[in-house]
């Protein structure tokens, strides 16, 4: 009996203090603005007021914000939750934490956080009257912050900790360089430290490092890569393979980031289902005994160009941070691939000479690989093109066969270079043998 009147009194207390107060939100959108101006950085964000937790917001009545009260929580909110989880750098030098200069609450159909300029006016402008009845955890927390700085010169950074305030956080940040255009970015959690205007060996490096994760981290890449190695095994075919696969994937990956690829929802889930097709496709030759080198080098070719479709899908969030330098974060993030895909190389060949170099067994051991290897991009396959299908066809309009003639020359083009490589490649092959 008392411990049934002990429960109704607890839950009692848990409706009167809101268990949202204590919980993470699923999703928070966090939007921010940098300014340089003279010598501070303007710094405005807007973040959902459910996302300060641990802050005691004064209420009043049923659980209406007290705004006559709520400057102080406001206050300290912004600081704990925004100011203290941002580093800011000019160059290579960690600026001071930012200083709050107002904090105020909007409502969740404002929508003055549309351009710098309108924000600006909305924070220093006139307040919610402070009778207007809201609960709390409905409304947005707007902050300006200043920061001290050396110019207004660009090289600035930063790094914004916000993945806490939420289960799932995006951050839209606008930089606004006072001598060139507004640039957008979208991050995801915590993105580490992202140079808001990088130089160009700043891009570089952050690029090379991307193309060399993201394919030791691509497992259907790497499928892809041990279908190739497994029948060739000696350097002259495999640097007449491997040149195909490079040279392949980088037209397509410079094509897509330069817009030149179909945008519909449907071409990622093709490709993806394209490039598992690719490796059953590769495994099946090596388990028939298909080992022509001038026939592989042209298949290779072809399923190169769909993995640099599914090279670029991976790119293509990070091409916001190459600044001005895109043609050279592509080119790095080539670089990064094909670093990548030495490093593989040279891990694998030792492996599979020594596992196959008893002739009794080698043939044996390339269809026991080859067959595994093709038991998984099968299932792909299924997984993939049972997403694919949920997607509808393209309308087949002007544009859409417009779009489909020009990728029926491209493809003319990239066979004529296919048939002159292959000619190419078959006359220096046969020199030596002369």
């Given amino acids: 009996m008392l411990r049934g009147f002990a429960a109704v009194c607890a839950c009692a207390g848990l409706l009167a203090h809101p268990a949202a107060a204590h919980d993470i ?59 203290d989880n941002l580093i800011l ?161 980088s037209i397509t990956l410079i094509a897509s980031a330069f817009g030149w690829a179909p945008g519909g929802l449907w071409f990622p889930p093709l490709i993806e289902t394209l490039i598992a097709v690719s490796i059953v496709w590769m495994a099946l030759e090596n388990i028939i005994g298909i080992n022509n080198l001038q026939r592989r080098w042209a298949v290779t070719f072809a399923f190169g160009l769909v993995h640099g479709f599914g090279f670029s899908f991976a790119l293509r969030e990070s091409l916001q941070f190459a600044g001005e330098h895109l043609v050279t974060s592509l080119l790095c993030f080539n670089i990064g691939v094909e670093l ?16 196959l170099k008893n002739p009794k067994v080698e043939r044996i051991g390339i269809i026991i690989l080859s067959v595994l290897v093709a038991h998984t991009g099968w299932h792909w396959i ?18 859409a066969w417009a779009a489909l003639l020009r990728g029926m020359i491209v493809l003319l083009l990239l066979g004529a270079a296919v048939w002159a490589g292959g000619r190419f490649v078959r006359r220096w092959l046969e020199r030596p043998a002369e």
């Fill in 25 to 83: 939100p699923g999703n928070v959108r966090i939007m921010a603005y940098v300014k340089p101006a003279g010598d501070q950085l303007q710094l405005l964000i807007r973040v959902p007021l459910a996302a300060m937790r641990e802050v005691e917001f004064p209420t009043r009545g049923p659980g209406y914000l007290d705004l006559r009260r709520a400057d102080s929580a406001l206050a300290g909110a912004a600081t704990l939750w925004l100011s």
């Fill in 89 to 249: 750098q000019q160059g290579e030098d960690r600026l001071q934490s930012p200083k709050l200069i107002t904090a105020r609450i909007s409502l969740a159909s404002d929508k003055s956080f549309s351009s710098f300029e309108t924000a600006m006016a909305h924070l220093h402008g006139d307040r919610l009257p402070p009778d207007t009845d809201l609960y709390w955890n409905q409304q947005l927390l707007d902050a300006q912050f200043e920061i001290p700085v050396r110019s207004a010169a660009s090289g600035f950074a930063i790094d914004p900790k916000f993945a806490r305030l939420g289960q799932r956080v995006i951050t839209v940040l606008r930089f606004l360089p006072p001598d060139g255009a507004e640039r957008v970015f979208e991050f995801h959690g915590d993105p580490g430290l992202v140079r808001l205007d990088p130089r160009w060996h700043q891009a570089a490096l952050r690029f090379i490092e991307s193309g060399f994760i993201h394919i030791l981290e691509g497992i259907d890449h790497l499928l892809f890569l041990l279908c190739l190695v497994i029948p060739f095994r000696r350097l002259l075919p495999l640097t007449v393979i491997v040149t195909s696969f490079t040279v392949a994937h």
């Fill in 340 to 355: 990548g895909q030495l490093l593989l190389l040279a891990i694998l060949l030792p492996l599979l000479n020594l596992l």
């Fill in 382 to 399: 299924l997984e993939r093109g049972e997403q694919l299908l949920k997607f509808p066809l393209p309308a087949m309009d002007a544009g």
